[in-house]
């Protein structure tokens, strides 16, 4: 069996990073966690006036790429387990987020001194998200 599958649906890939992105910008706005994030991070309304104004495309657009691509290795997790439920998916979404997210982002708190906090707001997005993407990557394959 390949390693790496590039017969994959594609099609999925791109709804799961869609979907991941979309939860990217609600978890952030103010619905969510947005003003503990900024408050966190000392970022002020002005200096997302000025993000605003200078544009924000280059962020975004990589932001989305970077989502196709945890997408695409997601799928290749997904199928290498051999799952084909919504559940079975988020559970493998959940399995890749501790062995890649959790871990690393750790590094942030301990060597950056960064505040618990924050990495529960980024961590937490990172798990719903991978979880989102791994159930959607299960059921469409």
Do not use: C
Not at 36 to 60: C, H, L, N, P, Y
Request: no cysteine.
């Amino acid at each position: 069996m390949a390693i790496v599958d590039f017969n994959i649906d594609l099609i999925a890939v791109l709804i799961s990073a869609v979907a991941y992105t979309a939860l990217g910008f609600v978890w952030y706005s103010d619905m969510l966690f947005g003003r503990q994030w900024r408050k966190i991070m000392k970022i002020t309304a002005s200096d997302v006036a000025k993000a605003k104004k200078k544009g924000m495309a280059m962020g975004f657009t990589a932001t989305f790429v970077a989502s196709i691509i945890s997408a695409f290795v997601l799928a290749q997790f997904v199928r290498l387990a051999g799952v084909s439920s919504a559940l079975e998916g988020a559970m493998v979404g959940g399995v890749a987020w501790v062995g890649f997210i959790a871990t690393v982002l750790l590094t942030s708190v301990v060597y950056e001194s960064k505040p618990i906090k924050l990495y529960t707001i980024n961590a937490g997005y990172h798990l719903v998200g991978f979880a989102v993407m791994g159930a959607i990557l299960a059921s469409m394959a």
